[in-house]
């Protein structure tokens, strides 16, 4: 049978529909929300980073909150509710003294039992290393911005120009955060014809008796909501609305420590947290 060259030409692009849709499809893909895309940022170790976090489906937006090696959100953070603790929280502040309070999982659960991001989403993604972070910041350029009305940090490549939005959300430490509910305020306001303009880390609200400045993000304690002018470790990033991003990998002297992303405005790199904290997760793939 002879063809034309349009019958060829369609053909060649049916062929070329069939491609992708196998691609879309494929296994190693897992079962990530719709939408996702794996970007490919032109990294020398081939890793493809997602386009927004585990329990996220856009990326500005935050998804779960996850204690490193817990696979599920919950409504308290503490060690006492860190299902890896060991110890006894003698003086009932929700905090153990002890060094090596938590159970040790491996030098790195990237692929495992505790990967949040391979049990969520299938396939093979994967929580990013330590490696995979530094590999990040030493072949991007970071940018502060906003994408859809939520400040993060975009790094840019500086190998083929491919970027990747990471929202600014803080860690959970306590019972409740306050900017989980300041989408809801927002609506609120505006529902009432108040309008918010942003300012550096706040939105300032103009009303017809008054003004209303919110902060976009603070901590908590125990349940109770600090801003960053609180006087503790993190006092330094007090003018700066921060993200942090675990990483799957254990910090090999302290047990208590995973290691992960953080930023604000002026700074992006790698450090520690507390494990049973709640953070936020950006998965990998190896295509």
Wanted: charged share 25%; proline share 4%.
């Amino acid at each position: 049978m002879k063809y034309t060259n349009k019958q060829k030409h369609s053909e060649e692009v049916e062929n070329s529909r069939e491609d992708t849709r196998k691609k879309e499809r494929s296994p190693r893909l897992g079962n990530s929300p719709e939408g996702v895309e794996a970007v490919d940022l032109g990294m020398p170790s081939g890793t493809k980073w997602a386009s927004c976090n585990v329990g996220a489906t856009k990326p500005e937006e935050c998804g779960g909150y996850y204690a490193w090696g817990e696979t599920e959100e919950k409504v308290n953070y503490t060690d006492v509710t860190y299902l890896y603790s060991r110890g006894e929280d003698i003086d009932l502040d929700g905090e153990y003294e002890e060094k090596e309070r938590y159970k040790y999982l491996g030098p790195d659960i990237s692929g495992t039992q505790y990967d949040v991001a391979h049990v969520k989403w299938g396939g093979d993604w994967r929580m990013p290393t330590m490696q995979q972070f530094k590999e990040l910041l030493a072949n991007c350029t970071s940018q502060w911005t906003s994408l859809n009305g939520k400040i993060g940090c975009k790094f840019i490549s500086k190998i083929n120009g491919s970027s990747i939005f990471f929202p600014a959300y803080r860690y959970l430490w306590g019972s409740e955060w306050q900017e989980l509910r300041f989408e809801q305020i927002m609506k609120f306001l505006s529902a009432n014809g108040i309008k918010g303009t942003l300012i550096d880390d706040y939105y300032r609200f103009n009303g017809p008796n008054g003004v209303i400045c919110l902060p976009m993000t603070g901590r908590c304690w125990g349940g109770k909501y600090n801003n960053h002018a609180s006087s503790d470790n993190h006092q330094r990033n007090s003018k700066h609305t921060v993200g942090f991003y675990w990483s799957s990998t254990q910090n090999p002297s302290y047990d208590d420590y995973a290691y992960d992303l953080r930023f604000h405005s002026g700074y992006s790199g790698w450090e520690g947290n507390y494990r049973s904290f709640g953070q936020c997760v950006r998965p990998v793939i190896t295509l």
